[in-house]
């Protein structure tokens, strides 16, 4: 048995009876073959970032599953017959399950740094105007510092 994860995402104009109706037939394309459901997230009604089949909303199902490759084969074939099922997306994950990854990371993080902890870059930096309008006739001449005109005066 493989770890899979399965993202599924129904159509939004369905009611509520044919989405159950369509949850219950797929969870049992995932358990047929001794496939078994470790987990399930439903994450409800979402809009898209962009149409999808010509529709704006959907509803998200997560499924983390363990099955064969023969059950995927047949939820994509299930995927394809049914309009009901806009998008689907499998995994396959090797180790273990992105929740639990996702856990470990968390206690893994430094502690957060402000910004007061950076030196600043330029803190050292002299501070020096540019003045515009007593540059040369050229429009092509660059700006200078102020600083160094007066330096050059002086001499």
């Known amino acids: 048995m493989r770890r899979y994860e399965i993202m599924v995402i129904f159509s939004g104009k369905t009611n509520e009876a044919r989405l159950k109706e369509l949850t219950t037939t797929f969870e049992k394309k995932i358990t047929d073959n001794d496939g078994n459901i470790v987990k399930k997230e439903e994450l409800g009604l ?5 149409e999808i089949k010509k529709e704006d909303k959907g509803f998200y199902n997560v499924y983390y599953a363990e099955t064969n490759s023969e059950n995927i084969e047949e939820i994509n074939r299930y995927y ?21 990854m996702n856990l470990e990371v968390k206690n893994k993080l430094p502690i957060k740094h ?3 902890n950076y030196k600043r870059k330029f803190d050292n930096r002299e501070n020096t105007k540019v003045d515009h309008s007593k540059e040369g006739d050229s429009k092509n001449e660059a700006p200078k510092a102020v600083a160094q005109k007066e330096n050059n005066s002086g001499k």
């Open 46 to 50: 979402k809009s898209f970032a962009y």
């Open 80 to 100: 394809r017959i049914t309009s009901d099922i806009l998008r689907i997306m499998v995994i396959k994950h090797e180790d273990k399950w992105p929740y639990e």
């Open 114 to 116: 402000t910004r007061k």
